[in-house]
């Protein structure tokens, strides 16, 4: 950690960096080792974390700390994956043996209306995949723009448009099938 607070000129930069490894740095090990099944590659990835968070560092807000929390994990999980596609082991981990801390799942949606309709969104985000779930937190809770989120998951502009569309139709027909069994 010392390495990265010494890069940064800015003292209220370095100072939100430090908050940051000081809040979350078990919860990053913990997730990069439990998708990457190894201590070593976890720390490589929460390094990762640490660079494109201070490399983005003006595009995030981290006064929320429920909407940093999420940020963080979506961040972690996406550079462990890409760690493990590099090696060409993707197939080899299930995300259903990646066991997240925590409910991720309680964050604070101030958009929605009301109680009622984020639980209800918030269930039908969570009965998508990782990748439709990460993709509409980032652009429709954390407000990112496509070029941030292409960013921020290594993937073009293109596919985050293509990502999102899908996430929505799949949202759309969760919440559409949960309407139909409540009737």
Not at 37 to 48: F, I, N, R
Not at 82 to 102: F, H, Q, Y
Not at 171 to 178: A, D, M, V
Request: net charge negative.
């Amino acid at each position: 950690m010392l390495i990265f607070s010494m890069v940064i000129q800015n003292e209220e930069d370095r100072s939100i960096i430090e908050n940051l490894y000081h809040n979350y740095h078990r919860l990053m090990m913990y997730i990069a080792r439990e998708i990457l099944k190894d201590h070593d590659k976890a720390e490589d990835a929460v390094s990762q974390t640490y660079i494109k968070i201070i490399d983005n560092l003006q595009k995030f807000s981290f006064e929320d700390c429920n909407k940093t929390k999420g940020l963080i994990v979506i961040l972690v999980r996406n550079i462990c994956y890409d760690m493990l596609k590099s090696e060409n082991r993707w197939g080899l981990v299930s995300l259903d043996e990646t066991n997240l801390p925590g409910n991720l799942e309680d964050l604070p949606y101030e958009t929605l209306a009301s109680e009622e309709g984020y639980r209800t969104i918030l269930s039908g985000i969570s009965e998508l995949s990782e990748k439709s779930g990460s993709v509409l937190k980032l652009k429709y809770i954390y407000d990112y723009s496509d070029r941030e989120i292409a960013a921020l998951l290594n993937i073009s502009q293109e596919n985050v448009r293509v990502r999102l569309h899908r996430a929505k139709a799949a949202l759309l027909q969760k919440l559409t099938e949960g309407d139909a069994a409540h009737e």
